[in-house]
Every structure is written in C-alpha cells, then in structure tokens.
C-alpha cells in the first residue's frame, strides 16, 4: 500500500489550469491516473482526445463542453464519461471557478490534438492560446 500526503501532493499551475495529481505512474499506480483541476474564468482546456476512456466529474461551477462541432454547458455536480478517441474541451462557463476530477483507467494518459499529435499533460502545459477546432483539421483515425 502506498500512502499519499500533501507533501506528495503539490498543486501545478500553468496560465490557463492548475492540476494535482493524485494517482499515477510516478506516484506509484500501474493502472490508473486520477487528476483534481481548477480552472479560473477565462481558463480551458484545449479540445483534444486520448487513446483511453476518461472520466471527469465536475464538482463545483459550469462549463461549457465542446465536441466536435457542438457545445453545451454543463453546471455542477455533473460526471462525463468520454470514450477513447472522442474529442472534448472544456471553457469555464460563468465567473466561478470550476473545480473537477479526472480519471483514467491506466498510469500513463497520453493527450493528443485533433490532428493526431501528443499534446503535454495538463501540469507541463503552458499554451496560452485557445485551440479551436477547425473544419479543414484532420481528426484522428
């Protein structure tokens, strides 16, 4: 058994979200990766997809989820259970802070643009401009 503390549990902020990490290959796990995130006004996360199935459950405030070509928002409590390979992003709908957890059913997430290139994770991420996603983009296969 492995047993975490704050001192093993530090915040990263980056300009546009500040993630903890609570589970994953470098803490230890071998199958599952589980991220707490808050996101400030005006923060995102880009439009992007993974090769595994996630699981995010937003806790506090509303988003707006964009798919593909859609959006809707969503408030809090609220869970999203996105298939591998789907393309999601999220944008702080409102002025509250959003706060969520994510979760993985493997130790090393992997995230890519929508055209197939490896993104960083969320604690290395320090794009600042928002990623859209455009007609003429070749989505992944």
């Known amino acids: 058994m492995i047993v975490l503390g704050k001192e093993q549990l530090p915040w990263a902020s980056v300009p546009r979200i500040t993630t903890r990490v609570h589970a994953q290959d470098t803490l230890g796990t071998l199958r599952t990766t589980l991220w707490e995130q808050r996101i400030e006004p005006g923060g995102f996360i880009p ?5 595994t199935e996630e699981v995010i459950t937003v806790l506090e405030g509303a988003i707006t989820l964009k798919d593909g070509d859609s959006q809707r928002t969503l408030h809090a409590p609220t ?3 996105i298939p591998a390979q789907e393309l999601h992003g999220i944008e702080v709908f409102g002025e509250e802070v959003v706060h969520l957890v994510a979760a993985f ?4 997430p992997r995230i890519f ?3 197939g290139k490896p993104r960083p994770l969320p604690q290395h991420d320090f794009e600042t401009k928002r990623d859209k996603l455009s007609g003429d983009a070749a989505p992944h296969e």
């Open 47 to 51: 439009i992007h997809y993974h090769d």
């Open 79 to 81: 869970t999203l259970i």
């Open 105 to 108: 059913p493997t130790a090393t």
């Open 113 to 115: 643009d929508v055209n």
